[in-house]
């Protein structure tokens, strides 16, 4: 239980597109997740909280207008980069909570991740 | 506000020796503690977590870690490595049952096994 899926793994666009990420949480409903980023070699930063039917909160330095984040339903938020640029590639990192789980109170659960290539 | 400091950014040790991961915390509040493992391209597994009870804590594939409050370090061992522990390590808080989950990670510690 608790499984975490990310789609697309992999996704290379052109700059100035705008590129979908999604994060699912298969077996459970999740009314947070998080969206975490990982410059090449660095640590994993936090985005955004993204709450189940209200607005995403953004960390300082995030721009909420380049990383739209929606979380429609218990089971899905996706993350859009807008008008992607080079400096955007990196790997987007999902996490969801599974308050009603075993291990609900505990841990989040982390999707697979997707690495974004900007060309 | 939290925060976490992983000492060493790439740390090496030979086919069978013990393994070492440092890591340090702060928080106002108790802590949930993690170590993950990140192979490359992928996602994070969870090795093993502190919440609350016994502080040695025992994980997967044979790391385990202790919890010092005094010390304010969760710091990941491993009697004897193997070749297939090389992978990146990150130590991670959160707050806990006062808190909403999101992590707080270091910046990770490179291990790598000498055969």
């Known amino acids: 239980g608790a499984v975490v899926s990310q789609h697309p793994s992999r996704v290379i666009c052109k700059s100035g597109t705008s590129v979908k990420i999604e994060c699912r949480s298969l077996?459970?409903?999740?009314?947070?997740m998080f969206w975490y980023r990982q410059f090449p070699k660095k640590s994993l930063m936090l985005m955004a909280t993204?709450?189940?039917?209200?607005?995403?909160?953004?960390e300082q330095g995030v721009e909420k207008d380049k990383f739209l984040i929606n979380h429609a339903s218990l089971t899905l938020s996706t993350l859009t980069v807008t008008s992607a640029h080079p400096e955007d590639s990196s790997f987007y990192i999902c996490?969801?909570?599974?308050?009603?789980?075993?291990?609900?109170?505990?841990?989040?659960?982390f999707g697979q991740g997707t690495r974004l290539t900007v060309v | 506000a939290q925060s976490v400091t992983q000492l060493g950014s790439h740390v090496s040790v030979s086919e069978g020796a013990l393994v070492l991961l440092r890591c340090n915390y702060s928080s106002s509040v108790p802590p949930y503690l993690f170590w993950y493992v990140q192979y490359p391209n992928q996602g994070l597994q969870l090795l093993l977590k502190y919440t609350t009870g016994a502080t040695l804590v025992k994980g997967i594939n044979g790391f385990e870690a202790e919890f010092k409050k005094s010390e304010t370090s969760f710091h990941l061992t491993k009697p004897s490595a193997h070749m297939s522990d090389a992978a990146e390590y990150f130590c991670?808080?959160?707050?806990?049952?006062?808190?909403?989950?999101?992590?707080?990670f270091g910046t990770g510690t490179r291990l790598k096994v000498l055969a």
């Open positions: 077996d459970f409903q999740a009314t947070t």
């Open positions: 996490s969801a909570r599974d308050p009603q789980g075993a291990r609900g109170n505990t841990e989040a659960f």
């Open positions: 993204s709450n189940e039917g209200s607005k995403a909160t953004y």
């Open positions: 991670a808080v959160s707050e806990g049952t006062s808190g909403t989950y999101k992590y707080i």
